[in-house]
């Protein structure tokens, strides 16, 4: 066995050593690489991955948009899953619509990576020294899902170590 240094990649996910001893996990290659498999590479970047003014549906048309809209949240939830706990919501949120995925559908997905175009760097930081803490989460929307008015309801509980950056 051999010292072949500091990792400076596991499975994907890129480990940055910062000047304070902390290290973060990012996946901006992948960001990259998504971001032109689907064309969106030189988008404008926006400041959140979901456009809150806008309330997405199901569709009962039977026409479906013709763009990869099943490839793209697989993409997207693989990314959400390792690294990106910022865009678990509106992965989330447009997920539920894999079925019969309409164009304001698609315009929700391609807003996701305009916001990732803009936070590519983003990523889990570890800081030596922290504490680990435990901590639950809950969280409804009252109604909040349109096609049948059930409440949008989340529950987590998390073991806290790391800060997401």
């Not at 096609?147 to 170590?161: M, T």
Request: proline residues 4%; contains cysteine; hydrophobic residues 40%.
């Amino acid at each position: 066995m051999t010292d072949s240094g500091k990792c400076a990649f596991v499975l994907g996910i890129e480990l940055v050593d910062g000047p304070d001893g902390s290290v973060t996990m990012c996946q901006r290659r992948y960001v990259d690489d998504i971001l032109k498999r689907f064309g969106m590479d030189e988008c404008k970047a926006v400041v959140s991955p979901v456009d809150m003014s806008t309330r997405l549906v199901p569709s009962d048309a039977a026409t479906k948009v013709n763009a990869p809209f099943r490839e793209a949240v697989g993409a997207l939830m693989h990314l959400m899953t390792a690294t990106r706990p910022d865009i678990a919501y509106a992965v989330g949120y447009v997920s539920r619509f894999m079925e019969n995925p309409q164009e304001e559908h698609w315009v929700a997905v391609k807003r996701i990576f305009r916001y990732l175009q803009g936070t590519k760097t983003h990523g889990i930081c570890f800081k030596p020294g922290d504490n680990i803490d435990f901590r639950g989460y809950s969280d409804a929307d009252w109604a909040g899902d349109l096609a049948d008015r059930n409440e949008l309801g989340q529950q987590e509980a998390v073991k806290c170590f790391a800060v997401y950056e």
